[in-house]
Structure formats: C-alpha cells, structure tokens
C-alpha cells in the first residue's frame, strides 16, 4: 500500500490582504508563503490526485491562523482532492488560532476582527476528511479528536491531535494517553501494523537547539517512551517546517522512528511518498513540488520557495536605518525597540554580513582565535564565495534535511562547521552551546538517516 504525507498547508485566504507594507511585513519574516497558498497547495493536490497513492494524509496546520474564510477555502480544495484519493486530516493549533491574533491586513495596519474556527468546531467541520470514517474516536479536552482509520485489514492509522495535554502545553491528557494505549494494544493482539500521525515532535530533529522547547510535545522523552514502549513503530509529524528522520530507541529497548514532514508551502515543498511492505518495513521517499501557477504563469517552485526562505533573513540583514530595522526585527518578534538601542553596534555587522565573502570572515575568525580545524587552503578554496550566499545554503539545508549533503572531509564542512561552533568556543562552560557541533553536523551531511530516501 501507498501513503502520502503532507504538512502545515497553512492556507491564507487572499481576502485578508495580500498588499500594503503591513502585508509586506508579515510575509517578509516567514518561511512560508502566505499570499501563494492557494495556488501551491493547488498544484500539489493535482500531482497527488494524479499520483498511484492509495491514502493521503495531511499533519495539522492546514491554516494560517484559524481564519473561518480560510478553513471554508481549504475544504474546498480538499474535497476536489477527495474525489480521486481518501483524504484524512488532523487539525493543530493554528486551526484555531491558539495565540488569539488572527490577522488581515490592509495598507499600513494590520487588524485581528477576523473571524476565526473554535477548535470544537474542528472534528464536524472537517467530518469528511477522517473523523466520519473512524473506527475509533477520542474527543480531547478541547473538543478536538484522535481517530483510528483502518486502511486494510492489517494497517491502521492512529490519527492524534496534540493541542494540549492536562498543562495546557502539546501533548496528551492521561485520559487520552489510556485511549492510545488500549489502541495500540488491540492492534498488537490482531497482528496489525499501526502508523502514527500527529503535529508536535515526539524528538528534536537536527538538534534540541532548533527543535526542542515548544516544537515537540511536554516531556518529550517520557512521551517518545510511551509510544515506543507501547508498540507504535512509526510517527509521521510536521509542525517544524523541517524534513528530517530521526530515530529514537527507549530506555526498554523499543525503537520508534519519526518523520517530520516540512510545510507544503515553505521551501522545499516536500510530498512525503511511503510504500508500507509486508514485513511492516517503510520506505520513504520525498519528492519536491516543481512548479505551480501564479497569476496564469508558471513558476519554479524550488527557486521561488527558496528565495522566499532566504528572505526571512536578508530582509533582516540588508536593513540599513533604525526605522527599517526595527519593523523587521519586530515582524520576526525578535523586541526591535529593544535590539534597536544597539544600533550603533548592529549596523556594521549587518553590512558586513550583505556584503562580506567567506575570507574576510575566514579572516575574522583566525584573528580572534577561532579558526582552529580551518585551514588557509579551506578558506582559499571558498575565498570569492559571498559569505549571504553560504549563509542561504546552509539555512536551506536545515530545512531541506541536506539535500545536498556535505561530507565531513571537505572543506565546505569545515568552514561552515567552525563558523556555527565559535559561540560554543567562546563560552565553553555553557552546555547548550555546546551542542552547536552536532547541529553543524546534521544539517550539513543530513544526520543518520537519509532524510529524502530511507527504508526504515
């Protein structure tokens, strides 16, 4: 049988806005797109509906920020999709907008009257795409739902929603948890294998300091036990806007390997294609949208999608006034007012850092005593290489799970390897810091596990 995986869609209904230097703002400091959903999430679909795929299966986010107008636009798109392949969904925290600032903007404002889904509304109004065809069915605390769906006789799909758990922070309840549990254990006595699906991750990908915190589901380690020791095999996750495979194995011995499944409309696209074997064996591979249509012209995905990536930090670098930089550091919540007191102190590393090459950082870093692995051949060998242009290089390979890998021999590695673990030298007693080696490590090379084409 064959699966198919997508992620935070995020759908943005144009009729909130799609011009105006609020707008601008907005969409400047995302990864993802907002004005272009649509017509992604358009093209995509008609690839899968056309695709040999026997389930699709869509990870949460399928808003922007709970817009009613967007929800009704999306079921729209997923009930064309429905009449060539089964659909099922799980819905998460921005399909209700969990933050209570639902936005449209208009010119140089943004407004928050915007009409917006109440999470128990979620389960009937998206009855069609899962939660009416249940073979089991749990409503959270929040009037959310996990379902199981049954795919043949020896498949079953574990549909969770993760909003909140008894703290009010991702997870599960105890209540919820027995529910799982009694699932998973009716699955193990009637020899069947069960694939998972919710939005939070149960583990960090890439590293505890890019994925840890709120990207992963309260006491994440107890929570990946549970699955694991419970008998769950594979879970399929989005949230993090990352493609990645990670596995984790508990303190009893029982593996669990994740796929955390990148947005749909962020670089890199990615449609998580799986074919499930008769040993219970996966084999996942991802593909990436090409192209879609914009305006009646067609466009490059990959090239657009990541230009667009990129621009959540160029936008940023490439400010040359106090003004300009306070809004962009604000639209990234990064308190603007409070880094524009710094002024002074920022705007030449700015410059520096739009217009320098790699050897005048290279330069930098043996100054200062921070170059040690690096070599002058290293450097030499990258020296006309514009130090954006690798920054961009390495932020899309965090998010594309290395697409193109880099081996540890070269000297790609090495540079980029000593840049994002100065921090970690300069302060040696700080322990999270020093995790900056192993997150250089995975992002450059992909980590364990090939993230675009693995049996696992």
Known sequence: MKLTFIADTHHYSPTLGVSGRA??????????????????????????????????FILGDLTDNGERVSHIEFREKLYRLKEKKPVYVITATHDWCCDGFPRRFCGELAYNDVPVMRSDELPDFYRDFGPGDAEELFVTDIGTVCYTVRLSEKLLVLCLNDDKNENGHAGYTPECRKWIAAQLENARRRGELVVGIQHHLLVPHISPLITGGSTCVENREEAAAFFADSGLRYMFVGHSHIQSTEAYVSPAGNKLTEVNVGSLVGYPAPICEVTVNDDHSLHCSVRRLQS?????????????????????????????????????????????????????????????????????????????????????????????????????????????????????????????????????????????????????????????????????
């Open 292 to 456: 879609f249509s914009l305006g009646g012209v067609k466009i490059d995905a990959q090239s657009f999608l990541a230009r667009h990536a990129c621009d959540l930090i160029f936008n940023l670098t490439s400010c040359r006034t106090k003004a300009e930089f306070t809004q962009r550091a604000n639209a990234l919540q990064l308190h603007g007012e409070k880094l524009a007191r710094f002024w002074p102190l920022i705007k030449p590393l700015l410059i520096k850092t739009d217009t320098a090459l790699v050897w005048d950082a290279y330069k930098l870093l043996k100054a200062v005593g921070l170059a040690a692995g690096v070599s002058r051949a290293d450097a030499l060998e990258y020296r006309y290489k514009p130090l954006k242009e690798m920054i961009g290089e390495v932020w899309l390979s965090a998010l594309d799970g290395a697409a193109r890998p880099h081996p540890r021999s070269g000297a790609y590695y090495r540079l980029v390897t000593c840049a994002l673990t100065a921090p970690a030298r300069l302060c040696k007693n700080n322990e999270l810091l020093q995790k900056l080696e192993a997150a250089a490590d995975n992002i450059l090379t992909g980590g364990a596990i090939n993230n675009q084409e693995a049996d696992i």
């Open 23 to 56: 707008y601008e703002l907005r969409s400047g400091s995302d990864q993802k797109c907002l004005a272009e959903t649509g017509d992604i999430i358009d093209a995509a679909f008609n690839e899968i509906a056309q695709s040999d795929t026997n389930a699709v």
